[in-house]
């Protein structure tokens, strides 16, 4: 297993996220993720063998290498390592959700930066001047509501998702809770 020093804000961060993810294998046919422990999926690749995990190796996943991959997947790529940890706190859960591009589109449709999904240079700055004008309060607030509305706009189009909701509204509420944000 490739070993990583993770900073507390990736920690605490990550344990937020493994919480609502759980430790249980599931493998619901209603749910686009498949089978998954850990919250990883057969879709995320392995730190070890630099190839997507296959289905007995998500059975049989560590707590360790689960945060291994949140690390390398989705913290990173988010650019949640330069953030403020309120503000990483946020971006990184719904990237874990549903993909950092998606995330990174939500930042920068906030922060007013062109909306390619990548995280780079550019958007760092806008989120630095956006936090410096607004705060980090304001951004995630907005950032959490923006993700509420995405998850009922799901079950609009696709009343099938409809059992996954509340729990989709609570985690959301449960990382604002985190951050200091209570949403109404």
């Given amino acids: 297993m490739v070993s990583t020093t993770f900073t507390s804000t990736f920690l605490k961060a990550v344990n937020l996220i493994l919480e609502w993810e759980g430790s249980e294998f599931t493998n619901d046919p209603d749910d686009s993720g498949g089978a998954t422990k850990w919250g990883v999926t057969t879709e ?5 063998t630099k190839v997507k995990f296959t289905y007995k190796e998500i059975v049989n996943l560590s707590k360790e290498t689960a945060e291994q991959v949140y690390y390398n997947q989705y913290w990173l790529p988010v650019g949640a390592n330069t953030m403020p940890s309120n503000v ?34 550019k958007t760092a700055y806008d989120l630095r001047g956006y936090l410096e004008i607004h705060g980090a309060t304001a951004f995630c607030t907005k950032y959490l509501d923006m993700c509420l509305d995405y998850y009922k706009a799901i079950v609009n189009n696709n009343p099938s998702q409809g059992k996954f909701l ?5 985690r959301t509420y449960a990382v604002g809770d985190a951050v ?3 949403l109404g």
């Fill in 44 to 48: 995320d690749i392995n730190p070890v």
């Fill in 88 to 121: 990483a706190t946020v971006v990184f859960n719904f990237a874990v959700n549903t993909g950092n591009n998606h995330a990174v589109r939500y930042l920068q449709s906030i922060t007013g930066s062109y909306q390619d999904g990548q995280w780079g240079p």
């Fill in 166 to 170: 509340q729990g989709w509204l609570n």
């Fill in 180 to 182: 200091g944000i209570h």
